[in-house]
């Protein structure tokens, strides 16, 4: 049964850093991309940023770009997100998501293109 449990969110204040991580189990990724999406509450699920399979090229959101950098280890079989600057605006569930098959260099930036969700884990930016 494949698996994807995030951790490291939490409560910070703006202009503060958090690195959530997330683990699968079942199965390796390391030539699928893997993704890191957010929703905060009364709002659509959306991209944050993706890393491709194999060859680990990475598209990240215009709202995060410069701000957060998303990494994988495959040894692990962890896929990172590290997030610096934090905003209010980041407050959202960040869910990490996975795609079954072997992926190109593209990014997948829609959640229909990914087969796997971890449960989420809360980040909640103050002012």
């Known amino acids: 049964q494949v698996q994807l449990e995030e951790s490291g969110g939490g409560l910070v204040q703006a202009g503060d850093s958090l690195r959530l991580s997330c683990v699968a189990s079942?199965?390796?990724?390391?030539?699928?991309?893997m993704a890191w999406f957010r929703q905060a509450p009364g709002k659509e699920r959306e991209f944050v940023a993706t890393?491709?399979?194999?060859?680990?090229?990475?598209y990240a959101a215009d709202s995060v770009k410069g701000r957060f950098t998303i990494s994988r280890d495959n040894a692990k079989n962890t896929v990172y997100l590290q997030m610096d600057d934090l905003k209010p605006e980041d407050t959202a569930v960040y869910y990490c998501?996975?795609?079954?098959?072997?992926?190109?260099?593209?990014?997948?930036?829609?959640?229909?293109?990914?087969?796997?969700w971890g449960q989420g884990t809360q980040v909640t930016v103050s002012s």
């Open positions: 998501a996975a795609i079954a098959g072997v992926t190109g260099p593209y990014p997948y930036t829609q959640p229909p293109n990914y087969d796997y």
């Open positions: 079942g199965r390796t990724f390391e030539r699928s991309a």
């Open positions: 890393i491709t399979g194999p060859l680990g090229n990475t």
